[in-house]
């Protein structure tokens, strides 16, 4: 069964701090996903990636792929109030479904 | 051009009723795919249709069933509900690159 592990699940940081999220999954997979749900509102898309050694930026996220150690990062830089937000990674298994981890619940203070 | 859209948005029932979730993929999209996310966790992957079959099932009992239309659009039936069925249940279409999410139905059960 494949198993998605984030940590940590709450991080409070500074504005302006940067900061790491990780997921660990633990059977190989084609393809990782990182989403952010805002309270009540579902999923965003904020990262696909496809292959060993992928990396995406999109403004202060930036997410990373190592296969070989089934290890995505979501970095955060300069963190400012609007990235307050629970973070997701999912796995894709057997090509249709996601995996998802337990999210990260980040908050972004002044 | 429309995203994927979910119908009704808020639903209470009471234990032992029936209920009917509908969902529209993204114009062009002809794979759905049905998650449940009760409060607190991520989504967990409940099955998925692809040319009105079903083609993956995750570990949900057979009170959960589904269905694909011709138009690509799809539903969920929840039989004998419980309370434990309580959740946010969000409908995702694949268009190949990636999972986008519909804005879910809040189910409660009383």
């Known amino acids: 069964e494949l198993k998605v592990e984030q940590n940590p699940l709450f991080l409070s940081m500074q504005e302006g701090k940067n900061y790491t999220i990780y997921c660990n999954y633990s059977t190989t997979s084609d393809r990782l996903y990182w989403y952010r749900q805002d309270p009540g509102k579902s999923l965003e898309s904020l990262f696909v990636?496809?292959?060993?050694?992928a990396v995406k930026q999109e403004g202060r996220l930036m997410a990373s792929l190592d296969t070989k150690a089934r290890l995505s990062t979501l970095h955060i830089t300069a963190a400012v109030h609007d990235l307050s937000a629970t973070y997701f990674c999912?796995?894709?298994?057997?090509?249709?479904?996601?995996?998802f981890g337990k999210g990260t619940s980040l908050l972004v203070t002044p | 051009d429309a995203g994927v859209t979910q119908s009704p948005t808020h639903l209470i029932k009471t234990r032992g009723q029936q209920v009917t979730l509908r969902c529209s993929p993204k114009s062009g999209h002809d794979t759905v795919s049905w998650y449940q996310q009760a409060l607190g966790q991520g989504p967990q992957f409940i099955f998925q249709?692809?040319?009105?079959?079903?083609?993956q099932r995750g570990n949900f009992p057979d009170r959960f069933s589904g269905h694909q239309f011709p138009n690509y659009s799809s539903e969920l039936n929840v039989n004998a509900l419980l309370l434990g069925d309580s959740a946010l249940y969000l409908c995702?279409?694949?268009?190949?690159?990636?999972?986008?999410f519909g804005p879910g139905t809040r189910l409660l059960v009383l």
């Open positions: 999912a796995v894709e298994n057997s090509g249709y479904a996601l995996n």
């Open positions: 249709y692809y040319e009105e079959e079903e083609r």
């Open positions: 990636l496809l292959s060993n050694g």
């Open positions: 995702a279409s694949d268009g190949g690159e990636t999972q986008y």
